[in-house]
Nanobody, 121 residues
Framework: QVQLVESGGGLVQPGGSLRLSCAAS????????MGWYRQAPGKQRELVAR???????NYADSLKGRFTISRDSAKNTVYLQMNSLKLEDTAVYYC???????????????WGQGTQVTVSS
């Protein structure tokens, strides 16, 4: 199976920065993309940013310019640099991997446990 372990969440003041990390391990046969989603209380989970195998990235429109996704392919790790954080960025941030664990399994989403990001003064 695929395991995703997130780290780097916490409490930060408005205007501050945080860097999230997500390390993928286990049986990874094909990794099409890795990314971050977030879910605020009472809201649906939404895409934050995603990076594909080829290095292409896409972001939620509202986050462009403040958040940056990057990866270390050798470590199967993806990062999310979050700058100029706002109160509305408060949410649980989930790491996502889209791929498969073997040649015989269909591609699917894998999720981490989530890491809390709280922006508060």
């Amino acid at each position: 199976q695929v395991q995703l372990v997130e780290s780097g969440g916490g409490l930060v003041q408005p205007g501050g920065s945080l860097r999230l990390s997500c390390a993928a391990s286990g049986r990874i046969f094909r990794m099409n993309s890795m990314g971050w989603y977030r879910q605020a209380p009472g809201k649906q989970r939404e895409l934050v940013a995603r990076i594909t195998n080829s290095g292409s990235t896409n972001y939620a429109d509202s986050l462009k310019g403040r958040f940056t996704i990057s990866r270390d392919s050798a470590k199967n790790t993806v990062y999310l640099q979050m700058n100029s954080l706002k109160l509305e960025d408060t949410a649980v941030y989930y790491c996502n991997l889209y791929g498969s664990s073997s040649p015989w399994t269909i591609e699917r989403d894998y999720w981490g446990q989530g890491t809390q990001v709280t922006v508060s003064s």
